[in-house]
């Protein structure tokens, strides 16, 4: 649940800093280097979640 939120918070940051609208961006889209690393290690976790949560069934 928390890689989902991750996801969502620099996903919004990273599509709003591109879209020109850094002061409604969440976090003002200060680094798009840092958007991007967090959204490649929070879209991991999801999928790591994800197979954890499905083997655990």
Known sequence: MA???LLVLFG???IMGFAGMQDAA???STSM???LAFLI???A???LSFTTY???R
């Open 12 to 14: 919004a940051d990273l």
């Open 26 to 28: 969440p976090m003002q």
């Open 3 to 5: 890689s989902i939120l």
């Open 45 to 47: 976790l999801a999928y």
């Open 33 to 35: 280097l840092m958007d």
């Open 41 to 43: 290690f929070a879209g």
């Open 54 to 56: 499905r083997e655990q």
